[in-house]
Nanobody
Framework: QVTLVESGGGLVQAGGSLRLSCAAS????????VGWFRQAPGKGREFVAT??????RTRDSVKGRFTISRDNAKNAVYLQMNSLKPEDTAVYYC?????????????????WGQGTQVTVSS
């Protein structure tokens, strides 16, 4: 069992930066793949980034701007978001998968946080 809590969201102007954090409670967290997903008003939940025990990947629209990382000693995952755009506005969710293989599909993840709001103004 894993519990996840996101933090770091807020209101920022276009071009600004935010760093989202995901704090996990599970003892086997280091064995899990972790993802970030987002959901904007009127849209479905979409993949943002994922990371396994090694590297990870990000969706095309955030490549070069967003970076996912993890610190297993702290049971934490981060999403550094730079050069934010209004279209990045969404609720961002942290999710964990009880297997090491990364996935871009929300249905592959077993545990979810409550979400944190990111709003980017023009």
């Amino acid at each position: 069992q894993v519990t996840l809590v996101e933090s770091g969201g807020g209101l920022v102007q276009a071009g600004g930066s935010l760093r989202l954090s995901c704090a996990a409670s599970g003892r086997t967290f280091s064995m899990y793949a972790v993802g970030w997903f987002r959901q904007a008003p009127g849209k479905g939940r979409e993949f943002v980034a994922t990371i396994g025990q090694g590297g990870g990947r990000t969706r095309d629209s955030v490549k070069g701007r967003f970076t996912i990382s993890r610190d297993n000693a702290k049971n934490a995952v981060y999403l550094q978001m730079n050069s934010l755009k209004p279209e990045d506005t969404a609720v961002y969710y942290c999710a964990a998968r009880s297997i090491r293989f990364i996935s871009t599909m929300a249905d592959d993840y077993d545990y979810w946080g409550q979400g944190t709001q990111v709003t980017v103004s023009s």
